[in-house]
Structures are given as C-alpha cells and as structure tokens.
C-alpha cells in the first residue's frame, strides 16, 4: 500500500482504460446472457446466434461493473488490497465478466481462454445446464458472497475486515436489498469497528429505481432522508448521481477517491495516535451511487421505457429469437460499446482494456481473502485437558458445562490475537462463557460509561442483540480464513437459520471446487436450550435448527449433542479444527450432572455414540432386553435416571444405555459419512431390540435419521413436543413426556421380556407423574420451599 | 373519538392520578417478581415471604408502565382507541400489572381478583409453574405481541393498523430489540401506509441503555444521529429525556400530546382533503424516551450501581432470601411507591389509581383488537368454480396454476376491500398474481413515477423487499381479525422462518384459552420452488420450512402440496376459511400440467390423499404389486410419467398411484388431527407393498410422517436431496434422483413381482439417464434448439 493516500485528481487519459474496461465489461455481460455464438459480433448477429433461453438479469449488472473499473483504478494508483462483494449477487454476469477480463477467470478455468474460443465458452457456460449460475456464486474468482438470498452484503464485508487492517471491503448495497432487515441492521457494522487493528468497509449504496417489478423505498426517499439514515448509522456520505458520460466518471472517481482518502486517514489517525484518538466512533464514509437501473441498455423497447425501470431487471429485449426488431436492437446495443475497440483479432482484451486492469498480485478476483482457505492458518488451541473436569465415577459432579469451555475460549483468545473471534448477541456471560472477558473486551466503538464491564472500542469479543449480524460477521470472518465460534440461544437460531443454509450451500458447491481451499468451519453452539430456558417460556423454547442442518449435504452439516463438559471440549477441539463443516453443537448452560471424564468423553465423541456400560444393566450379555437412547444432554440425566430406577426396582430386566453424541452416527454411512457402519450401529442398538430413545430435539429428526437402519421401527422417540412455558425444567420433561418416569414405562412396554413387577412400577412412575402435577398445583397455591426446581439431583435410585 | 385533537395542556392536577397509577404498576410488577406472600406489605417484609426462585425482568419494567400511564391520560382526553405493544416483552409483569389495574385482568381471570387474595395469587403465579409466563404472552390481555424473540414489534404494529382507520398502535421499541435486523427494517413501515383508510402507528424508541450485560448502540450514539436516523426512515422525532419527577411526567405528557396531534393532523389532512393531499407521504411523529434502565429501582446494591445499569435487567436483588440488607433493599423499594396509597383496605385500586384508568369500552388491556378473533368476519369468498381449470383429462392441459389462484385473489380484493391482503417480497407479478393488480395497487408512500405500473399511495397490495416485513405485518393483520396470504420464493420463506414458528406458537397457546376467539389463519404460499427455479440456481432451490412447519402441534401447522391448480383453488377455499392455524401451501408458479377437475380435486384435498385410478395399472385389483405416491407437483409429473412408463413397458405390473395434498394425512391420527385413519391409510398405501414415494421436499420428511405406520421402512422416498443449479427442470429432477426415471428403477427394484423385461427396463432408463448427461455436455458445447426446457411436456409413454 502507497504511504500517502495518493489518488490523483481524474486525469481524462485516464478515461480511455477505466471507461474501456467498463465497456469490455458490459459488453460481456450482455453477450453471456444473449449469445451462444458470434461473441464477438464478427458478423451479423442473427437469430441462430442466440441462445434458446435467454436467462440473467441484466438491471444491476452495468452499475456493479462501473463500481468495479474504477476501484480498479484507486487500486492501480493506491495498491491497495481490495475485495469486491456484490450485493445484488444476481448481476452474476457482471462479476465473471471483471474477473475474465483480469484474466484471472482463464488461470482457474482454462478452458475459458481469453480469446475467442473462450469467449464463445464463456458465453455459453452462463446460466446453462452444466456451466455456471446466474448469480455470483462459489464459482466466481474473488467471491465470497452470492448475493442469491438479499440481506448479507455488509454483514459479510465487516467479517471479512475483523482483523484484517490492510483490507477494504468495497461492498455494493443493491437498493432491493437495501429494504430487507437483515441488511438495514447491518449498517451498524462501523459501532463495532476498529481503525486500529481492523481493516474498512466501503459501502456503496447503489440506487437504480427498481426491485423487479416495483421500486425501491430509498430510491424514492427524497435524497437528504437517505443522507440523514446513513448519517444516523455513523456514516460520512458521499453522493454520486447522473447518467452522464464522461461526467460519471469524472464524479464517482473524485468520491471514491475521497472516501478512500477518509478512511486512510481515520486509520492513520487511530494507528499513530494513542489511546485517546480510539474513543470516538470513526464517521466512516459511504458512497451512495444513483444511476439508471440497466444503464447503457436498451432506453426503450416497443415504444415502453425500459432504461431506468423496473422493466430492464432481467432480460430487457425478450423476443431477440422470435422478432427481427428485438434483434437489431440488440445488435445495436451490443455494438454501442465498441467491441471492435475492446478484443483484438484472438478476442482477448485489448491493450486500452488492459489499462483499466490492476497488477495481477492485486486483482479482486483473485484476492487471497475471497479464498480464505489459502491464508487459513491452524488455530493455536490448547490441550482441552488443560479444562477438564474430573470425573471419578459418572453422574457425582455438577457443573456448568459451557463454563469449562469458555475457559478454553479465554485461552484461544490469548494463543490468537488476530484470528479467533466468538460472536453472540449480548449473551457471552449468561451462556457462561464469560471467561474471555479475562483476556479481551467486547467490541464497541460507541460512548463507553463507567459501569460498563468489558467493553472497549478495540475489543474483539462481538456482541451484538443482533443473529444475523452475528451469524454473518462468523461467515465473512471465517470465509476470509479466520476461525471462530457463534453461541445463541437454541431458540433464536432460527433466526438466522436462512444463513446457516445459505452458507453450508457454500460450503458444499466449494467443496467441488479444487481451486477453492478449504476454510474454518462455521460453528454454531446453541445453549440456552429448550429444556431448561426456565424462566423465559415458550417462546424461547425450540430446537427447530437441528431440523434444518440435517438437510444439508453429508459433506458439510454435522450436529453434535454432547452430554457434559468433557464431552463438549472433545467435541470443540473437533469442530475447531475442522474445515468447511456446518457444525451444530447443542448443549445447555446450567448445571448439570457430568458423566464421562475426558479421556472417555474422547473415545466416546470419536466413535460418535456408545453404550454406556455402567449406566445399564446388560453388563454380562450382548443381549438386552431392551435399550435405552439418548442423545442430548437433559435427556440424557433422564435416560440415566430411569435406567437407574429399572435397576433398583426390576434388577432382572437387563437395560443397555446407548448415548448419541455425533447425530449423524445414526444415519446410514451411504446417506452420510460420519454414519456408524452397519455393524457398529448394531453393535450399540442390537439388530432388533426395541429402543427407547430421548433425544433433544423434535422426535421426527430421529425417525427420518434411523430410516433404513434394521427394523427401524423399533425406535420409540421421546423428545421436545412443542410443549412448554415458564415452568421448572422438571415439569419441561414431564409436559413433553420425556421425563425417566415416561422412558421406563415406555421400556416397560416395549422390553422383549416383561419381568414380574413391572406392572407395579408402571402404576408407580404414573402415580410419581400424578403426584408432580399435584405439586403444581399445590405449589401455585402455597409456595413451598424449592422441591423440584433443578433436574440435577435426580439421579436418584428410588 | 373526539373531533378536536384536544388533550389539554399538562395540569399538575392530573399528575395524582397519572402518577399513582405508574407507581401502582410499577409496585405490582415488583411484587410479581418478589412476593409469595404479603403483596401488600401490610406486614413487615420477612424472607419467608420471598418467592423460592426469582425470576423476571425489572429493568425495562417501569418504562413500559410509564408509558402505559400516559397513553391512559392520551385516552382520557380525547377516547382515541389504542393498542399497546411492548417490543420489551420480557417486561411482562408490568404489562399484566396494568391489565389488573384496568380491571380486566380480573374480568378474564376471576380466581385474579381485584383483592388481597386476588394480588397473591397475582403475585405467586407469575413466572411460577402452572402459573403465567414471565413474558408478556398470550395469556396477557391487550396483546398481540409476545416479545420473546426481538425485532417484530413494529411489523405486527404496522400489520394492526392496516385498513383500521380508527386504531392508533402504540409500539415501544426496546434499545436492544432495536440492534435486530428485522426491527430496523421495520421502521419503513410508514413508506406503506396510507393515512386515510390505515390508522397509525407511534413508536416510542425506549432508550435504557443496555441489554443483558452490554451497552446498546442506539443509547450510546450521539442523540442527533438517533434523531437523523428516525428521519432517514421518514418520521418527525420527539424527544422526551431524563429521570426527574415530575418533570418526566410533564415532558412526556406533552411529547405525546403534541404527537397524537401532528397524527391527527395528518389523518385529517389525508381523509378531508383531495387526492393530490395524499401525493406525499406524511412525516408520522416518533418519540425517543430516554430514561434509565430499571427506573425507580434500586440505585446501588452492595457498593455497584445497579438503577441505569444493565445490572437492573433481570431481578437487581437476588440475595433477598438470604442477606437481611438485601431484604430491606427491597422493602423500602416497594415502600418507596407507598402502597398504602395504592391499594385500600380489602387490596383493591384506590380512588387515585382509578384516576389513572380509562373508561371500561377504552382499555388498552381489553382492545377487542388485540383479540381480534371478536372483531373477524368471515372473508367474503366467491365460489372458486369461477376460477377452476376445465380439466377434462388428466394431463392434457397444461397452465400456470398460481395464475388461477391470482384470478381468485382479485375477486376476494374486489369483494372485501377492508379485510384482505396480500403480503409479497416484490414477486406478485412474478408468481403470477398480478391479476389482482386489475383490481388493487401496491401500497407505496414514496414518491411515485410515471414508469411505475399499479403503485398507489392508497394501495392495499403489500409488497416490500422483506419476507421480515411481510410475514408480520400480515401476523399483525390477521391477529387483529382480518385475512391475508404471505406469497414467497419457497427457499425463501426460511428467512422468516422464525416468525412462522413464533407465530404458530402463539397460535398453540392461543388455542387453549377459552377467551381468545381463533383468528383467521397465517397463510403462507411457497412458490417459486426449489424444482423450478431454473434461471436463480442453488441459493433459491430450498424446501427447507415444510422442516419447521411439521414439528409445530397438530391444532396449528398444515402443509398442503396441491399437484395442480384445481387442487390449489380447492386448498385455497380451505385455508381462507380456516382460523388460527398456520396453513403452508407449497406449489411452483411455471406452467404445468393439469390433473383433476375442480370436483375431483375438491374430494382429493378433502380427504388430503387418494388414489389415481387412471394414472396407476392396478384397476381391478386390490393388490398392486408396487405403490408409486407423490407430494408436490413437479414429483407428481415425474410420477405419473413413471407409471406411464411402466404401463407401456410392464402392462402387467400392477402399479397403483397415490397422491398426497395434505402431508399431514400421512401422520397418524394420534399425532396429528388431520392423520389419516389407519383403515384409510391402508385403502390408499395397502398393508405392506413398497411405497416408492416422490416427495417435493427433503425425504426425510415423509419418513418421519409415516413413522409408526404399519411397515414404515417400506417408504422409499426420493426428494429434494440438496442438488441444484441454474439448470433445466429436467436435470434437477435427475440431479436430485427423483425423474421418472429413477421412480421406474425404484419400483422395479422393490416391487413383490418382477415381471419379465424388468431388466431391460432398467437399462433402458440408465440409458436414458446417461443420454439426460451426454445432452448437457453437448448443449454446452453446441447449444442446440431446446429439448427438455421443462417438464410439461414429458408425460410421454416412450
């Protein structure tokens, strides 16, 4: 990077490369949605010429292609590292047309050179069956946001910058887009940003008019309510509006020069100054661009306005194939940008479009950080021993099990100043993962008071009220090559459940790609869990995103559900070191009884699932009567319980419990690769052994995971069903029929053997039952002492 | 309501009455969190009295109760009807409080009375098992609102007013739910509404300065960018600050006076005047109240500032069973309300806090629209005869179904121009609903265009770039009694995937409260599906929310998958007259082929599954050798081609066809109403041949529907298996394994007999399969004329 901020004042030589390039690229773009032949209009464009169906979106596409030449060209004078997110992803067209251009589109697809041959491929290829989608998408170089699902452009940029000081995120914000709550709450980005050791995002908010069939609210705002929301965000804003050629250019090349300028000084200011220059909020700039909406496009076809409406979003000359009119116009369109003067007698570039290209170390599309994998350096994670706890003998220890690792989570933070960050709305301390806050503050750019408890403007704990910006800033810090870890609230995950599936969609066309390394996973832990969110009720009760991840392709989606502290760290260690995984890790916050000391907890989350010896009574024979299941942890106190209840009251009756801690070990290994092999699964759950199974979640997502398993049938699930409220966590398992009292019965009914006394001890657990809801009652009416407040001492043996 | 805007000027007389009331509530709401016993502190505080376990949230508390207060005073003066919502919802107790203030608390639940005996059981049920939920929820009279999950609070505030001209929502906007993306895409509201036949919406930006443990943002930026914020969304901002009484009083007092003015302002400026009045859209007020986070609550405990603290989020004294000072913390912050001015001798309000109400018919507690079951009518629906296909035999006609449904919806408009809607992300046209653009424009405030086609300031078709915002405005509308459809991209319909969960959790909690009248139901269509999303690609092909609807209670969730378009005309009428349920209806927009006469399809859907008779070769038979079903109409297509296939191929394989439009009717009876008797699910599955099942969705939904059908495990379900692209229709179906052609190899592979030629038959479909693959690769290289473009053409019997 210049030292100084260096960008000249607009030089009109410079015109011919920036404006050139631009024309190459809109060229491009309109021949990738139209031609499937003659791409470089040798000859007449005929009817033969173009593709049997015309598919893209032309609308965006010539204004994501002017941002991009002239940031190409602050690149050239500043060299400055860049990375260019699309917003409105689906200008797709645009975005392989730059990266074509740069030539860095030939380097990872050779078979689309930079000539002719490649271009009539790159034509081709677009939005066909077997070549490329019509968005940006993980196959486009320098990518790292599709832009299919609106809303995350800026959420992606500012993850993209964490930590990442000599980044600038230049970040197109489509005015559709702009309307959706996702993005609207993402501005707010800059609160959270550090000069200092993060690097910028530059939003430019490009206004066209028009989503696809109506207009846009911002559009039609008048321009100083734009200008006052962007300032109410933080923003210093800049304004380049017109139509006009050569004067857009002459103007957008002055306001991103200028905001370019602001943010290296607000960056010298914060990296020489001292503490003191740190405590006021950056105004950060942002570029609002208004330009007709398919700009340089057909102005009007059929004697209807198309430039500047809603009517140029896709394919804005629809009849090219049927109509000899929409063909000539389309051929004159196409020749309008001179493509003699753009691809020489091969069909490469010229050298007036060369100009407008950047250094090859410093191309967007072949950015290092829009494929993260490559800068991607293991995490320095400590021996999880280290936080372990001890366990003697199963089910004698309580504690809260997330605390453990939030002490492993103090120590990453330590080990990795500039690649670790955990993400979570406001709830790091009540998830007991307060113990990062030894090490680092949260993150917040904002006035600071003296109560405030671990906040600073350079903190790097993020904590926002605020899923998505959470989730989003998780999945541009880990695209980007860094590792972290997102914890919510099991309930609220379904929040941002849209982008958990969006993003293991990215994660698993990446990982068809050689050319895209592999990045650090996105680890979502959810606590806070339905089972014990005692004191804030039904609407924080449910564990629907276990339902979504178990969708996504075996390649990617992976959930664990480990039982106790132990259990989680061997569990952690795994996901944070994995890569390009979706993983799922659901465990509560209170506390809780803890079975399995490390090493056991180890062996037992590598296997995925196991019998727990001890907790059963089938010791001496491979044969039970019948099997206990859990997988979770609140189930798994009752599994436990009620295994222990059968042991005392029919000692005869020979229980095996079988714990789940990986989920997908249920499923088939053809279906999924973590899925136990026929052997093991019948080695934990018999061939054909009736199984009374407590699982966490909706009980359907046991029974479509066991399908295909031998006699599948023979799985009784017992989960969460949809039954809750503001009520103790025993009445929790109680309502939803989980508790031990329900599991024996249901043992008792389904057992191969029913030995003598198990009709007393079904009236037993329903007289227990009736008894709990007596103690409702009588609890609501008189308010005794604490009876039954907390599972954990209900291990008990009678 | 009175004709003059007419609140007087702030008398000191009135701030006994006002004054006391929020003390009384704020008293209450203390004791709700504390008290087991003694709520009127006619004794001295002993620990005994302390609740065993406490919990609850008092910091936002107070503020909500000050507002509450005021809008009484708002009411008083000028009979305005109001609503209140709490966008703090965990600040129930204070919302329950004012309701028992009102008297209506009592009305509804009499055990509660308006007594001594009726405040401890106030108190002791709060938060307390069998008791009420901590959260303002659907046991809370006055609320359409839960609170639990943050950020909906002005959409279903904006979905309230909506065509109620005479309703003011009162919307409080916590700092913290503000950080939420769908909260700050919420404020536009206003860009769609229409101040003559909507009422209005006041937010009042609660600023307190912390969530849980942190800062928000909002509290902590400059006040002038909050204010420029507020302006940017288009609204004239009051600001009302401070902690002094009785300052704050007055303060507020006239912030909101001067507010309710300028609404009526504009109301009366919009409803009296032309229609060039209605050009503009109107500057709506808002007020930002600053005061500080558990106001009027302990200002230290054990040397730390709690009062203005995040330290006041939850319950400030925990120790109070424990420590004595902590105990006498407490009393003297009860006392300080003076309770004995609060509450005469048998419990009840004294003549001072009844000042503080409003007449019986004006109660916020008791809006009848906050109930709004009490306020539907029955939508006036034409007979869907009118809008039905001629379908004389199955297959041969071929239309855009949704088209049809369109036709219906522009009656529906036509016929009830104050009780329907149409929410929509911007895809009405798209999804081939613009027919009710004949009728109704869309609503948009902004300036408009002479390019803009069906954009009105007066529109009541709503469409917005924000599934967030359609989804709870129409939660908003239908709460409050009226009848909407939310139409989406499928994939889509995950982003507010959360609120339709919430939502039919409201719905179950509603439905076992006698008092609240079922309201009509959340009618979600899916559109636009996974299987024909031929141009968009990967990021739109998502099935994902059937996941999440399929797991809600039975008395709520519904999926409907009609395989063509009398089917969804048949579905239509069924949904648009149902009440409180949450209705999915799943069904792509392109042209496709025609099964059923309305008649026929009326029956199907009526009995939700069924067998076709003339798609099948099985007819004098009751003993097929293999069932191929189907759910979902692109799967349909490939199923009614399979078994064509098989019929000329094998005419002496007996294959039966079933269709299913209601998933549901696969679940057994016990767990879903709509499950289908196990007698009849035998006449349509039989008792154990193998199912090959065709499913639009994820496979692993079917097989958890069917779980504890009689031999499960012979369901092979082909589905949606997470494989996608911009790609032809006929390549996702093989893409996914679930074409024609991998049904015919399903069925062949596990059907009882093996007739000969089986195996040629296989081959010929492999062949088929690999021709399907060789013509991809050749069209990408050639790009010949079209040959498998869609579906619709293929129910071919070669």
New interface residues.
């Given amino acids: 990077m210049t030292d100084g901020d260096g960008v000249p004042p607009w030089d009109d030589d410079e015109l011919a490369g920036v404006d050139a390039w631009w024309r190459a690229a809109n060229y491009l773009t309109v021949a990738q949605i139209y031609l499937?032949?003659n791409p470089l209009l040798r000859e007449p464009l005929l009817a033969g010429h173009v593709?049997?169906?015309l598919?893209?979106h032309w609308g965006t596409s010539p204004g994501l292609s002017f941002v991009y030449a002239h940031a190409n060209r602050l690149i050239r004078h500043t060299g400055q590292r860049m990375i260019y997110l699309a917003g409105p992803g689906?200008g797709g067209p645009a975005l392989v047309a730059a990266s074509w251009l740069e030539g860095h589109y030939s380097e990872i697809y050779p078979r689309v050179g930079r000539d002719a041959t490649g271009l009539a491929?790159l034509c081709?290829?677009f939005?066909?069956?077997?070549?490329?989608?019509?968005?940006v998408?993980v196959t486009t170089p320098g990518s790292i946001h599709?832009g299919?699902?609106?809303?995350y452009v800026l959420v992606h940029a500012f993850g993209a910058v964490f930590d990442a000081p000599d980044l600038i995120a230049l970040a197109v914000v489509g005015d559709?887009?702009a309307?959706?709550?996702?993005?609207?709450?993402?501005?707010?980005g800059v609160?959270f940003l550090d000069p200092r050791h993060d690097g910028a995002v530059l939003p430019v908010l490009h206004l066209n008019g028009a989503?696809?069939?109506?207009?846009?609210?911002l559009a039609?705002?008048?321009p100083e309510?734009?200008?006052?929301?962007?300032?109410?965000?933080?923003y210093d804003v800049l304004e380049v509006s017109g139509d006009d050629l050569p004067g857009m250019h002459q103007r957008f090349a002055t306001g991103l020069a200028e905001a370019y300028d602001r943010i290296r000084a607000i960056q010298r200011r914060a990296r020489e100054g001292g503490p003191q220059d740190r405590r006021e909020r950056p105004r950060w700039p942002a570029i609002v661009l208004r330009t007709p909406k398919g700009w340089t496009g057909p102005e009007e076809v059929d004697g209807v306005?198309v430039a500047?409406?809603?009517r140029s979003h896709q394919v804005p000359l629809a009849g090219v194939r049927e109509r000899p009119e929409h063909l000539a116009l389309l051929e004159r369109w196409m020749r309008s940008y001179r493509p003699e003067e753009l691809f020489d007698a091969e069909g490469a570039p010229t050298p007036v479009v060369e100009a407008g290209n950047v250094p090859a170390e410093l191309r967007m599309s072949a950015s290092p950080q829009a494929n993260g994998g490559l800068l991607t350096r293991d995490l320095d994670l400590p021996d999880v021993r280290g936080y372990a706890l001890d366990v003697l003998r199963p089910g004698t220890v309580r504690a809260e099990s997330t605390r453990q690792l939030g002490e492993l989570l103090r120590e990453i933070y330590t080990r990795n100043p500039d690649r670790f960050r955990l993400f979570c709305p406001?709830?790091?301390?009540?998830n007991r993962l307060g113990a990062v806050f030894e090490v680092e503050n949260?993150a917040?750019a904002?006035?600071?008071?003296p109560?405030?408890?671990a906040?600073e403007h350079g903190g790097r704990v993020m904590?926002?009220?605020?899923?998505?910006?959470c989730h989003g800033w998780l999945e541009g810090y880990t695209l980007t090559g860094r590792h972290g870890l997102f914890a919510t609230y099991e309930?609220?995950a379904?929040?941002s459940?849209?982008q958990t599936?969006?993003h293991a969609?990215w994660l698993?066309?990446a990982g068809e790609l050689a050319w895209r390394a592999p990045v650090p996973s996105l680890n979502v832990l959810l606590t806070s869990t339905a089972w014990r969110n005692?004191?804030?009720?039904?609407?924080?009760q449910?564990p629907?995103l276990i339902?979504?991840v178990?969708?996504?392709?075996g390649t990617v989606s992976r959930i664990y559900l480990p039982p106790d502290a132990n259990c989680l760290l061997a569990v952690s260690e795994r996901v944070l070191r994995s890569r390009s995984r979706v993983n799922l890790v659901v465990i509560d916050k209170q506390s809780q009884l803890q079975w399995l000391d490390l090493e056991s907890a180890r062996a037992h989350c590598a296997a995925g699932a196991g019998v727990w010896d001890w907790a059963g009574t089938d010791h001496d024979t491979d044969d039970p009567d019948v099997v206990l299941a859990c997988a979770g942890d609140v189930v798994t106190m009752e599994t436990v319980a009620a295994a222990a209840i059968l042991a005392e009251r029919l000692p005869r009756l020979r229980v095996r419990v079988a714990n789940v801690v990986d989920l997908m070990s249920l499923v088939r290994p053809r279906d999924h690769p973590h899925g136990m092999s026929e052997r093991r699964f019948r080695e934990v759950f018999t061939d054909d052994v009736d199984v009374v199974f407590a699982f966490h979640g909706?009980?359907?997502?046991v029974?479509?995971?066991v399908?295909?398993r031998p006699?599948?049938?023979r799985f009784h699930v017992r989960g969460f069903?949809?039954q809750g409220?503001?009520?103790?966590p025993f009445?929790m398992v109680v309502r939803n029929g989980a508790s031990r009292y329900h599991l024996v019965v249901d043992a008792l009914n389904n057992a191969r053997r029913t030995p003598r006394g198990a009709g007393d001890l079904v009236d037993w657990c329903t007289a227990q039952l009736a008894r709990h809801q007596e103690y409702?009652?009588e609890?609501?009416?008189d308010?005794?002492?604490?009876r039954d407040?907390t599972l954990g001492d209900w291990a008990h043996r009678s």
Same sequence: chains 1, 2.
């Fill in positions: 499937a032949a593709k049997p169906r598919l893209g689906h491929r081709r290829q939005s066909t069956p077997g070549g490329i989608p019509s968005h998408s599709e299919g699902e609106l809303g559709g887009e309307e959706t709550g996702p993005l609207e709450g993402s501005w707010k609160s989503k696809i069939s109506g207009p846009t609210v039609r705002k008048p309510e734009v200008r006052s929301l962007l300032e109410g965000h933080g306005r500047g409406t809603f406001d709830e790091t301390t009540s949260r917040f904002e006035r600071t008071e109560d405030d408890v906040v904590e926002v009220l605020s899923e998505h910006n309930a609220f379904m929040v459940a849209s599936v969006q969609k698993e066309e005692d004191h804030n009720g039904f609407s924080h449910g629907g339902q979504n178990l969708t996504q392709r909706f009980p359907g997502a029974h479509q995971l399908h295909g006699r599948a049938d069903v949809e409220s503001t009520t103790t009445d409702v009652v609890h609501l009416e308010m005794p002492e604490v407040w």
